[in-house]
């Protein structure tokens, strides 16, 4: 048996229109899985028709994640275009901003915190009770950072809201383990992608300074992404639950 064959199984990912996101939500479908995405951006509209080109069965939600209402709607639309059935859900979308830490907004950090940590609380408790309905085992995954572990420059909403990720990721696994569902988290290392676009402009020094301290000595990409996802989303992960997993080059023991 493959252990990581996802034939059958129905998947949402949110904010997969482009990065990481897409890089996950390809990585399932190239493993089987059906796939919604859940995003913001009409993009993703475009990126479901084209995978479904290629062969792959994707749908698209568009929804603000950052708003109550709006966020329960699109999981309920997702479900339905997966036939009433869920196995696997991947809180991927995120946001950032960047101010000093002393000037940070007020209303800067609540955008940040209701999308990077409340949608994704919401989320988690939604496909919980999906799973606990279906009579079904279920995969939750979440996406930390290296925030989680560390703290950063002027991101104080981000490293909170991503520590915050890591631990309800531990906390509902200790309610959620024994009805079969199995919450983790992956924690990317410095990623190649559009939030980071600012950093990767070889002209920065940090680039250079971030590049050196990686033992694989270059940055990831969304394809990086695609092997610890399948493994969470797949029977081959069973047993673990409650981890946060680094995908991160070595960034992290260095």
């Not at 209402?69 to 901003?97: C, M, P, T, W, Y």
């Not at 995969?139 to 909170?160: E, H, Q, R």
């Not at 394809?223 to 399948?230: A, E, H, L, S, Y």
């Not at 680094?246 to 260095?254: A, E, R």
Request: charged share 20%; with cysteine.
């Amino acid at each position: 048996m493959n252990m990581f064959d996802l034939t059958g199984k129905k998947a949402i990912v949110t904010g997969a229109a482009q990065g990481l996101s897409f890089g996950m939500a390809e990585g399932l479908m190239e493993a089987g899985a059906e796939v919604c995405i859940i995003d913001i951006n009409p993009k993703a509209e475009e990126v479901a028709k084209k995978m479904c080109e290629k062969g792959f069965k994707c749908h698209s939600v568009i929804g603000n994640l950052g708003d109550d209402k709006q966020r329960v709607e699109a999981f309920d639309r997702s479900v339905a275009l997966l036939g009433n059935h869920l196995d696997i859900i991947v809180n991927s979308a995120g946001v950032q901003k960047r101010h000093k830490s002393e000037e940070f907004p007020l209303d800067d950090w609540r955008f940040v915190l209701d999308i990077n940590l409340t949608a994704v609380f919401v989320l988690c408790q939604l496909a919980a009770k999906q799973y606990i309905k279906q009579g079904t085992k279920g995969k939750i995954i979440n996406l930390a950072s290296m925030l989680a572990f560390f703290g950063g420059y002027t991101v104080p909403a981000y490293a909170a809201s991503k520590g915050a990720v890591a631990q309800i990721t531990k906390a509902f696994c200790n309610e959620w383990a024994e009805k079969g569902i199995n919450v983790n988290a992956m924690a990317p290392g410095y990623m190649d992608t559009e939030m980071n676009v600012a950093l990767t402009d070889p002209s920065n020094p940090r680039y250079m300074e971030i590049t050196n301290r990686i033992p694989a000595k270059r940055w990831g990409t969304p394809d990086d992404m695609k092997g610890t996802t399948v493994f969470l989303a797949s029977s081959a992960s069973d047993y673990l639950n409650g981890a946060v997993i680094p995908v991160d080059g070595g960034y992290l023991v260095k």
